[in-house]
Each structure stands twice: as structure tokens, then as C-alpha cells.
């Protein structure tokens, strides 16, 4: 029953976020969608950007599992320019994360500060699963060589953030969103992958999955240690 109780909190929390953004909604109101009292709440979760955190784990782990799908079904998709473009579509599908990356600059900021004082060592393996990923590409020959594996990463990063946050400062006239993706997909291709790079990508394929089944594991118990009262 405790696990379930901290499902029904973790569901309100989401619907709330989506509804009215992390700034206004309060542990009452949290409680209130819930059905259940702001004592409750505070059993579970000791702070309104923990839970909020837990939140968006869940998410992740969801996000995750589509990715490793898509990567046992296609190689071709684990490509970094595909892995961005993905990332891209599946963060405007998912309420919770788009909010989260696309709304206000403020509540990313405060969760990742956040994150990083309360989950510093799953943090720290989120970044090193990403890091590890780009090392798997560059050992099959996959991304070019020429770059530094931080610089690669960091650039990779500038990218993807770029594209899903400029929306509001573009004024020009509006992209279908799939034409946005694929954009992003050129971009990253054009800038990091070897020519040859989509006829080696299976080769990593197993390795890749390996490091986000890992990542998954340590998100699902933090998250089952965060519901526990």
C-alpha cells in the first residue's frame, strides 16, 4: 500500500506540473490531487523538489526503455544524429519532461541544482552513461576522432539543448516538428559521425544497451529507496 500511496503522489505531482507549472503548485496541492494529506506527502517525499525529482526520474526510466526498444529493433537508431532526433520528438510526446526542459528556465535550473546536491553519485552516472556512450561510438569508429571526448559530449550537449529551447526566441515562422528533428539529425551528423558511420553502429548496438539498462537499474532502486516512508 505504501508503494501505491507514493505512485498516486508521484502521478498528482506529474498532472499539476503539466497543469500549472513547478513554481505554483505547493505540497497541498500535490496532497489535495491525491487525495490524500500534506503529511502523507512529506512521509515520502521530504521536499517539494525531491518529489518533483522523483518525478522526472520516473520519466526517465520510461524514456529509457523506449530508447533501448528502439535500439533492439533498429541499430541504425542508436547513430548519435538519431539518438538526438529521437530524444527531440520523445521530449515534446512526454508532458512532464517537455515542461520540464521547455517551460521555465528557471524550474531546470533549480532541479538540476538541486539534483546535484541530493542525487549527486546517480547524477554523476547519468553523465558518465552519456560520456560512456560517446566512448563506445568513438572505439567502433562511429563519431570522428578529432575532438576531444569532453569537447564532443559538451558540443553534443550545446546541440540538443539549442534546438529544444529555442522555440520561444524564434519569430521567423514555425517548422513542423519533424522537420525540426531532422534538422537536428543533420546537424549532429554533419558535425560528429564518420561517413561510414551507420554501416558500424550495430557493432556498438549491445554495448550502448548495456550502459542505459545500468543507468535504468540505479534509477528505478533511487527512485523505490525515495518512495519509501
Given at each position: 500500500m505504501s508503494d501505491e500511496r507514493a505512485d498516486w503522489i508521484l502521478?498528482?505531482?506529474?498532472?499539476l506540473l503539466v497543469a500549472w507549472?513547478?513554481?505554483?503548485?505547493?505540497?497541498e496541492d500535490v496532497a489535495?490531487?491525491?487525495?490524500?494529506?500534506?503529511?502523507?506527502?512529506?512521509l515520502?517525499?521530504?521536499?517539494?523538489?525531491?518529489?518533483?525529482?522523483?518525478v522526472?526520474?520516473?520519466?526517465?526510466?520510461?524514456?529509457?526503455?523506449?530508447?533501448?526498444?528502439?535500439?533492439?529493433a533498429d541499430p541504425s537508431l542508436a547513430l548519435p544524429s538519431q539518438l538526438a532526433r529521437l530524444a527531440y520528438l520523445w521530449v515534446h510526446e512526454d508532458p512532464i519532461i517537455h515542461v520540464i526542459v521547455t517551460g521555465d528556465p528557471e524550474t531546470l535550473g533549480a532541479l538540476v541544482r538541486s539534483g546535484a546536491d541530493q542525487l549527486g553519485?546517480?547524477?554523476?552516472t547519468r553523465r558518465r552513461t552519456i560520456a560512456g556512450y560517446f566512448a563506445v561510438m568513438r572505439e567502433h569508429g562511429v563519431v570522428r576522432d578529432?575532438?576531444?571526448?569532453?569537447?564532443?559530449?559538451?558540443?553534443?550537449t550545446a546541440i540538443l539543448t539549442g534546438f529544444l529551447t529555442v522555440d520561444p526566441y524564434h519569430v521567423d515562422g514555425e517548422m513542423p516538428l519533424e522537420a525540426k528533428a531532422e534538422l537536428l539529425a543533420y546537424t549532429v551528423r554533419s558535425s560528429f559521425e564518420d561517413p561510414d558511420a551507420a554501416g558500424r553502429v550495430g557493432r556498438a548496438v549491445p554495448q550502448v544497451i548495456e550502459l542505459y539498462r545500468n543507468l535504468r537499474e540505479l534509477l528505478i532502486e533511487e527512485i523505490s529507496r525515495r518512495k519509501l516512508p
Open positions: 502521478d498528482a505531482a506529474g498532472e507549472g513547478y513554481r505554483r503548485v505547493t505540497i489535495r490531487r491525491a487525495g490524500i494529506g500534506k503529511g502523507t506527502v512529506y515520502h517525499f521530504k521536499t517539494k523538489e525531491m518529489l518533483f525529482l522523483t522526472v526520474m520516473r520519466e526517465q526510466v520510461r524514456l529509457i526503455d523506449r530508447f533501448v526498444a528502439a535500439f533492439g553519485p546517480l547524477m554523476k578529432d575532438l576531444a571526448p569532453e569537447a564532443l559530449l559538451h558540443a553534443y
